[in-house]
């Protein structure tokens, strides 16, 4: 024993022993912690080894501020920032039994409702054993204590010190690039919190949710409530009036968005090579079934933020930003969005969608926009054979959706998000007897298999509505949240539309994605009106007999005879009625053919000036500024998604008591 103690005592004087061995210990700590308490769906053996290796540049950063002293100061500092990392670990694990998510900056400075929500409660989140998270800190700490680390008296040179800070900063290019080839656009995209932490690691992830409020914090405190001023100014002079056929037509009455993952307008009444038809029951809505009308010039918007994207025009009428979802960058904006809108009219609101609630942030930009109630995939059966890629099959999700939509209170505003058709497409062999494409590319080929399954969940579900006595009294607004198929794909593209290539005049018409209303008792149709997904918003508000006009929107009601035919996109295309300016070319909608860039001049100037005021309001947070007469902006700590949510709910979440609701 004597020996050991003598031994040990021999190692760790030597200059860099005690700053490795606590380097080490919390590394191998931190590992542990990742593989029993947290779920982060590791999955591959690179990210096997990235979680293994993601430790130990924040490891070496902030351990590395102590090297800077000498002795027995180093020593304490060593074992105070153990204590401080490991505590913030800690809080994590006891965060995460009670979330499932991590604790980001926001979620601890603004009352979301998320830290209140564990209360008195944080107590029974605390096991015995959890003092094991700190035994790293604990060895360090007696090591000093006991006098087996001896400080040395010795200071690091410079080289050693730089040489720590520079290891710190080269292993975490390796992790980023490595995380990157895994999971490209990590970091412009954001999907979400799990897949930060599983590749780049808990310490990692603070530091890049620090500097991402910080950011936000600065573009926002540069704004004040002159900026609003043009910006409504424009809008207002924008504003399309109702048409009389439509305005209305909806009052009072129910409402269900679905987005249908990846369809485009391509798909629609396209035939296989065999004559079969990929979306049967879509087709038939295309010809007005079911009171429906069907937009074929509708295009997406999106940018990085894919499903969120769309989600966030469809409610705000506002655009997605150039660079970054907007759901994860600006999630605790101030928004007037519909469900705010609407819930503040009496009516109950839900969203639905078989994936963890964190996914694009959703939990947290859920309640900005005024949703009461989120059921993810809690909710849901999500047994192996119900789920599929990220979450729950289209069939078994809409059929256990069909409870929980009769039971909301009436009337409704409702979003189911679909998930089947997602890029790879595969399908399980079960789920389908429709025979995949045969064109060259397997995503290609599975896409219409995965699509057409799709069109049977819809079906199914349009046949439970009408059982459940829901279908006459609810406007159903289906869309395609964005392309399936990006530009990789257009070589089998060209062989399914049977075209020599696909040139950038066609790509941009592949962005058209499907866009269907069904009004109860009003005929519907195809109709040729250009449009895109900002356009949504004050279509169905014109429908419900609500007038926008003293709200901010850049989309213009689709059913308006002033509507505006002009569709920005985020990577600078503008498509009208007439023309589409891609890649900076003017090209004629007729034929495809080339024009004179001047006369594109006057949309693309319109299309920025929109975009950029878009940009505006969301980077200054400029809602909090303005107030529509009757909006009352949703109060973010009353809502919560963590209490048991089959119970009809009071519906007062959004709404706090001093407000009446109309
Ligand atoms: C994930 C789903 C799909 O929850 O919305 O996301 P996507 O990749 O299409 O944006
Ligand atoms: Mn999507």
């Not at 006991?146 to 040489?163: C, D, G, K, L, V």
């Amino acid at each position: 024993m004597k020996q050991l103690f003598t031994g040990g005592q021999r190692i760790l004087t030597k200059k860099y022993a005690f700053f490795l061995l606590t380097v080490i210990l919390f590394w191998l700590k931190t590992y542990f912690v990742y593989l029993t308490q947290f779920n982060l769906g590791v999955n591959d053996k690179m990210q096997q080894f990235l979680l293994f290796l993601n430790p130990v540049s924040s490891a070496l950063l902030f351990f590395g501020i102590a090297i800077i002293f000498k002795g027995r100061l180093q020593q304490w500092l060593l074992i105070i920032i153990n204590f401080v990392l490991s505590f913030w670990l800690y809080a994590n694990i006891v965060y995460y039994r009670f979330f499932s998510d991590f604790i980001t900056f926001s979620t601890m400075t603004q009352s979301t409702g998320n830290a209140g929500d564990l209360g008195g409660s944080i107590a029974s989140l605390m096991n015995g054993y959890d003092v094991l998270f700190f035994i790293d800190t604990l060895i360090v700490l007696s090591l000093v204590l006991f006098r087996i680390a001896r400080p040395s008296a010795e200071r690091w040179n410079i080289r050693a010190i730089f040489t720590v800070f520079v290891s710190a900063v080269m292993v975490f290019i390796v992790n980023l690039s490595l995380a990157e080839t895994d999971r490209p656009e990590l970091l412009s995209r954001t999907f979400d919190r799990n897949y930060i932490v599983k590749y780049l690691g808990a310490y990692n992830f603070a530091i890049y949710d620090t500097i991402q409020n910080a950011r936000s914090n600065a573009q926002r405190a540069m704004a004040d409530s002159s900026d609003i001023n043009d910006i409504q100014n424009f809008t207002k002079s924008n504003f399309a009036a109702p048409n009389p056929n439509y305005y209305a037509k909806a009052k009072g009455m129910n409402v269900i968005y679905i987005s249908l993952e990846s369809l485009q307008s391509f798909a629609i009444n396209y035939k296989m090579p065999n004559g079969q038809e990929v979306t049967p029951f879509l087709n038939k809505l295309t010809a007005g079934a079911d009171d429906t009308t069907y937009f074929k010039n509708f295009y997406h918007q999106t940018g990085s933020g894919k499903t969120s994207d769309a989600e966030f025009m469809m409610e705000n009428s506002l655009f997605p930003l150039s660079q970054g979802p907007v759901f994860q960058m600006k999630g605790l904006n101030t928004y007037q969005a519909a469900p705010a809108m609407m819930n503040q009219r009496g009516y109950e609101t839900a969203v639905f969608h078989g994936n963890v609630k964190s996914f694009w942030n959703r939990d947290q930009m859920y309640k900005s926009l005024g949703y009461e109630r989120f059921f993810d995939s809690k909710y849901y059966d999500m047994s192996a054979e119900n789920t599929k890629n990220y979450g729950m099959k289209d069939k078994p999700f809409l059929k256990e959706t069909i409870p929980y939509l009769s039971n909301l209170k009436q009337p409704f505003y409702s979003k189911l998000i679909l998930l089947s058709n997602h890029f790879p497409f595969g399908m399980d062999k079960e789920d389908t007897t429709f025979q995949p494409g045969d064109f060259g590319d397997s995503v290609v080929n599975n896409y219409f298999q995965s699509a057409n399954y799709m069109d049977q969940a819809v079906e199914q579900f349009f046949t439970d509505l009408k059982k459940a006595g829901l279908f006459d009294n609810t406007v159903i607004i289906m869309y395609g949240d964005h392309y399936g198929l990006s530009e990789n794909h257009n070589d089998a593209m060209a062989k399914v539309l049977g075209k020599d290539e696909i040139t950038p005049f066609d790509n941009a018409q592949l962005q058209k994605v499907p866009l269907f209303i069904h009004i109860p008792k009003v005929a519907g149709g195809t109709v040729s009106t250009y449009g895109g997904e900002v356009d949504v918003r004050p279509t169905l508000m014109s429908l419900l007999g609500i007038n926008t006009k003293n709200y901010i929107q850049f989309g213009t009601d689709l059913f308006s005879k002033q509507h505006r035919q002009i569709i920005p996109f985020r990577n600078g295309d503008v498509i009208t009625n007439k023309y589409s300016i891609v890649g900076g070319n003017v090209y004629a909608n007729n034929d495809g053919k080339k024009v004179e860039d001047s006369l594109g001049k006057p949309y693309e100037d319109m299309a920025k000036k929109m975009l950029d005021y878009s940009d505006k309001v969301i980077y200054g947070d400029l809602l909090r500024f303005y107030h529509p007469k009757g909006f009352v902006a949703p109060d973010v700590s009353k809502i919560n998604y963590n209490t048991d949510q089959k119970i009809p709910p009071d519906s007062n979440y959004g709404v706090s008591s001093t407000q009446t609701k109309k």
